[in-house]
């Protein structure tokens, strides 16, 4: 299965995060805590210069502690700003915050000498569904920002103001290749890639074929089938069957069956499942 998303307002997007960074003092780069290292966009990156950058483990509650404190440890290896939330958490409003204005306190100290006094402007950015329009009204604490559970919701830039910091919400990016198709498999598997443009069937043959590797008995646990020596092809078969994802006259319904398996993933069904 090879993967390209790189649709035409996604590089009107990129142009006009080049011409607004220049206005904003820092950045908040939203990871999906699920497969956070599969969430960089290069294109992204070179745009952000060197302004500071706070990296957000966003999603937290949809992986294990254990997997969240190694990608944890895995950004921090490169980045100095890296913390972990729950975008639907307002606990999690306090630690977002408090971040920021710690990543950008030499800002505003630099602001301060000057004796100008005026918002930090933020750009919030990452690939598509990482939640960013959703961290964005975590902190204004109401809907300002649109929000979906799907890649493509954001279409234009939204400036919103919280506090001392004006937001920048901006439409989520993919890389214009993939050159890992690993990742863009990872990133296909948590709905950051429009679901569309992918082979539900072939997805959920690599998603059965990662957890049989990864995490042995939770297919066995959901879905009641044994996967002892057997292909994914097989393990598929007898999951729709369970399911009763079938035609009329006991044909298998795949179409049916694939969307079922993603879905399970998607709502957290399977468990806590990380893409590492």
């Keep these: 299965m090879f993967l390209q998303w790189f649709p035409g307002h996604m590089t009107k997007a990129l142009r006009m995060m080049e011409e607004e960074v220049r206005l904003c003092d820092g950045i908040v780069m939203v990871l999906d805590a699920r497969a956070p290292l599969a969430c960089f966009n290069q294109k992204l990156t070179a745009i952000f210069g060197n302004k500071p950058v706070v990296y957000v483990l966003n999603k937290c509650d949809l992986v294990d502690s254990k997997d969240v404190k190694y990608f944890e440890s895995e950004l921090k ?125 072939e997805l959920s043959l690599e998603l059965i074929s990662y957890l049989t590797q990864n995490y042995n008995g939770v297919i ?27 035609k009329k006259g006991g044909e298998i319904d795949e179409e049916r069956a694939s969307n079922i398996i993603i879905a399970d993933l998607r709502k957290g069904k399977l468990g806590k499942i990380a893409f590492k």
């Design 77 to 201: 290896k490169s980045f100095k700003n890296v913390i972990s939330i729950i975008g639907t958490s307002e606990k999690s409003a306090q630690t977002l915050y408090g971040a920021i204005e710690k990543a950008l306190a030499p800002v505003r100290e630099k602001y301060k000498n000057k004796g100008v006094n005026k918002p930090l402007r933020v750009m919030v950015a990452g690939i598509p569904n990482t939640g960013k329009s959703t961290l964005i009204n975590l902190l204004c604490g109401n809907k300002r920002a649109k929000t979906g559970d799907k890649a493509g919701v954001t279409k234009d830039k939204q400036w919103v103001k919280v506090k001392s910091i004006e937001l920048l919400d901006t439409p989520g990016t993919t890389p214009p290749s993939f050159e890992n198709q690993t990742f863009a498999k990872y990133l296909a598997f948590i709905g950051s890639i429009n679901d569309d443009i992918v082979d539900f069937t």
């Design 220 to 246: 066995e646990t959901v879905y009641k089938v044994e996967t002892l020596e057997k292909q994914p092809e097989q393990i598929f078969l007898d999951i729709a069957k369970k399911r009763g994802a079938l």
